[in-house]
C-alpha cells in the first residue's frame, strides 16, 4: 500500500527545472544592461531552435497565444474566413482565430491518440461545405506533445486546398518520422509558458520555412517599423517581441531540453508499462513512427466503477496534482452553437486526465501516482 497520504510531499504536474546557466545568463543581461526586447540572446535563442527544430526561420515572441496571433495573419486569415481547428485542445489555438475577425470550425479527434486526423478533418471539411462555408485554412493541435499523424493530413490539406498551420506550443522535442514537430506547415508555433518543457517564464516562437512569412511577422511583432530610429510606421502592429532576459533564460533551457525530454519519455515508459497490465487505463496512443516528447501523460478511465473524477479525487487526497484534460473549446460559452459535431473529443474529455510528469519528480512519485490509481478500483468497487 502507498505511505502517501494528505500531508505528503506534493507531486505536481509540471514545474520548470532551471539549472545553473540561466543564473550567469540572466545575470549578464543585468550586468550589462541588454534587458530589454534588443540583445544577442534573442538571436542565439532563435538559432538554437531553429537548428534543433530544422526550421529555417524562428521569430521569438513574448507568448505562444502571439506567436499563433502572428501565424495565423502571415498564413493569411481574415476576416470573414472560417478556420478548421481541434476541438480539444488549449482555448489559445482558438482565441487568434477570433481575434482577427474569423471563425473556427470545430474538428473531432480520433479517439486513439486524441488528435485530429486526415479523417476527422475531412469530415469536418465536409459539414462546413454543407453549412456554406469555404474553410482555407487547417490547424492542427499536438496534444500533450503527441505528434498527429501528418503524411495523411498534409495530403489531404494539399488536395482540398487548405493552408496548414500547426499548434506546436507542447510538442518541442517531438519528431513525426524524423522531423520535429512545427516544420510540416506553412508555419507554426511554440510555447515557452512556464508549464511547456522548456520556458522562459512566458514566451513563444513563430517557426516556417518561408522567408517572407518570417520577415513579415517580425515586422509585426515589433510595431511594424521598418527603421528602429524613427516613428514611422506601414502597418498595425503588435508589441509582441520577447525580452533578453526571457530569451537568456531560453538560450539556457535550449541547453537542458535534450535531458528534459529523455527524462520526461523516462517517466512516460513507466506509466505505459505499469498501464500496459490494467485495461480499464488507457494512454493517450501514440501512432507508429513518432518521438513524443512526453510533455504531459495523458490516460483514459475506462471503468464501470471508477469515474475520473473520483480517480482526480484520489489523487488530491494524497497529493498529487492532476488535472482534467482540456474541455473540449466548442462548449465553451463564447464558442457555443456553432456547426460542431464533435461526440469523440466530448467522450474523451468526460474519461481522460493528465498525470504529473515533470523531469524533477522521482521514481517514488511515479509508482506513487501508480500505486494510488491501481489501488482505486479495488476501493470503489
Ligand atoms: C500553452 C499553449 C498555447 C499558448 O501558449 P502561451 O505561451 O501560454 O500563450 C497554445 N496552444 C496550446 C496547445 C498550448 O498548450
Known sequence: MSKRGRTSERIPLSVPTLEASAWSYVKDCLDTGWVSSAGKYVTRFEESVAEYTGASHAVAVCSGTAALHLAYLVAGVSPGDTVLVPTLTFIATVNPVTY???????VDVDARTWNVSAETLAAALQQARKAGLRPRHAVVTHLYGVPA?????????????????????????????????????????????????????????ILTGDAVLAKRARHLSTQARPNAEVYAHDDVGFN??????????????????????????????HYLEAFARENWLVPQAQPQGVESNG????????????????????LAEVNIEARPVFQPIHEQPMYRGTEARCPVAESVSRVALNLPNSPGISETAVSDVMLTLGKVPASAV
Open 240 to 269: 509582441y517581441r520577447l525580452t533578453n532576459l526571457q530569451a537568456a533564460l531560453g538560450v539556457s533551457q535550449m541547453e537542458s531540453l535534450p535531458r528534459f525530454r529523455d527524462r520526461r519519455r523516462e517517466i512516460q515508459k
Open 295 to 314: 510533455w504531459l501523460f495523458g490516460v483514459s478511465i475506462n471503468s464501470a466503477s471508477l469515474t475520473r473524477d473520483q480517480a482526480l479525487a484520489a
Open 149 to 205: 499523424d501528418m503524411a495523411p493530413i498534409m495530403e489531404l490539406c494539399e488536395r482540398e486546398g487548405l493552408t496548414l498551420i500547426e499548434d506546436a506550443a507542447e510538442s518541442l522535442g517531438s519528431f513525426y518520422r524524423g522531423a520535429h514537430t512545427g516544420t510540416f506547415g506553412r508555419v507554426a508555433a511554440l510555447s515557452f509558458n512556464g508549464n511547456k518543457i522548456i520556458t522562459t517564464g512566458g514566451g513563444g516562437m
Open 100 to 106: 482577427l475577425g474569423a471563425k473556427p470550425f470545430f
